[in-house]
């Protein structure tokens, strides 16, 4: 290996988490303990959520969204083609079907004018994927919950305090659901989050959440537990919740150093990008990104390999994205499409690196030899 070698991502790493996880193993309580609640006030307060609750992951929060909304055969869900399986695989684990629908090119997220024309009788939700941090349309979509009665979910697996207009992504649908897995901006391991926002779900959640029991919700007055309903373990350990709010405790510094970041990448790559490679735009007056990725995205598959491999050969470590869920052997079978946008971007797409401990020497690195490669084309 290469002795100057630029991970694509490295979590940071907090003093405090290392001292929660001691206080975790000292005590011994490693289930529905104080770093479970304190991580969920935290960002129920930082979100200005109605109600937060802290899950193993983002998966696990987008399954507990689709029991709540309680999809039935034959109930369609919009979403893009272009996300990790989870968004897809949530509905069909509640017997609904994904439909999969093209994104801009501008910020690869759902196109809202081309999800209306797939709006129908069947159709109970749309979950729209606020990639790299950027928000979705988000004045569109509610129009269309409005006007159509479904349901508007957000997967901000990506998007942990990006903001549209002046809420956070996350908070604007009935459901958000984020990520705290360990590629993301805040870790706690395998750990995500669920807000409630839509507040008639909140006691159901609770209950899906603890397998079924009302026990999170006894009080005095009912002391024993009961079976109320499909649930499952849904719920963060102690462990990844200690691990999780030591970086939350550090939730600015992580964000600014991400900022700077992205925006130095930005600022070199806005004059170069040309016939062979894009960029996404930056910040907007409605839309305050979370920063997750920086993404360059090349005209051809053939190019976007030659970058990796080029990178990687003077020790840069780079990464694609995902393999549109439509293109897979088993998206397949669920319908046969196209969809243009997607099949174009996710080519060309790769992410560079991106983290707090990242040096301005390494960042010089990988922009000096990015423009050497763009040169020689
Ligand atoms: C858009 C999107 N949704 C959901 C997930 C699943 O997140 P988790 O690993 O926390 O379950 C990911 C993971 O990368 C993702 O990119």
């Known amino acids: 290996m290469h002795n100057k070698y630029i991970k694509f991502n ?15 193993l000292k005590n011994k309580k490693f289930a529905d303990g104080e770093f479970q609640k304190k991580c969920q006030l935290f960002i129920q ?3 200005n959520s109605k109600c937060v609750e802290l899950t193993h992951s983002c998966s696990s ?107 956070y992504l996350g908070t604007i649908g009935d459901f958000g659901a984020f990520s705290f ?10 750990c995500g989050a669920l807000s409630i926002n839509n507040i008639k779900f909140r006691k159901q959640a609770k209950i899906i959440l603890d397998k079924g029991t009302d026990r999170s919700l006894l009080n005095n007055k009912k002391k024993y537990y009961s079976w109320k309903g ?23 510094y992580i964000q600014k150093s991400r900022e700077r970041i992205w925006n130095i990448y930005f600022q070199k790559f806005k004059k ?12 907007t007056k409605f839309k305050v990104s979370a920063h997750h990725v920086f993404i360059l995205i090349f005209k051809s598959l053939n190019l976007r390999n030659k970058f990796i491999l080029y990178m990687k050969q003077r020790g840069i470590e780079c990464f694609f994205h995902y393999y549109p869920l439509h293109m897979s052997n088993f998206g397949k079978k669920i319908k046969k499409i196209k969809l243009p946008v997607t099949e174009k971007i996710y080519k060309g797409l790769v992410r560079l690196p991106l983290y707090p401990s990242l040096k301005l020497s390494q960042i010089n690195r990988i922009i000096r030899f990015s423009k050497k490669f763009v040169n020689s084309i």
């Open 10 to 24: 490295i979590p940071y790493d907090t003093k405090s988490s290392k001292k929660n996880i001691l206080k975790v």
């Open 45 to 47: 307060n930082k979100i």
């Open 61 to 167: 929060a987008l399954e507990i969204a689709m029991l709540l909304i309680n999809l039935k055969k034959n109930d369609e869900v919009i979403m893009p083609s272009y996300t990790f399986t989870s968004t897809a695989n949530a509905v069909l684990l509640s017997g609904g079907k994904p439909v999969f629908v093209d994104v801009r090119s501008d910020d690869i997220n759902l196109d809202p004018k081309l999800v209306e024309k797939k709006i129908n009788k069947k159709t109970k939700a749309i979950i729209v994927v606020h990639y790299a941090g950027n928000s979705c349309d988000m004045s569109y979509f509610l129009k269309l919950k409005k006007k159509h009665q479904i349901y508007l979910i957000e997967d901000a697996a990506h998007s942990f305090l990006g903001k549209y207009k002046d809420k």
């Open 181 to 190: 897995h360990e590629t993301k901006n805040f870790v706690g391991g395998q």
């Open 230 to 252: 499909i649930g499952s373990e849904y719920r963060a350990t102690e462990l990844s919740s200690a691990l999780l709010f030591g970086q939350l405790s550090k939730y600015n």
């Open 272 to 283: 170069n990008s040309d016939k062979n490679f894009y960029i996404l735009k930056n910040n």
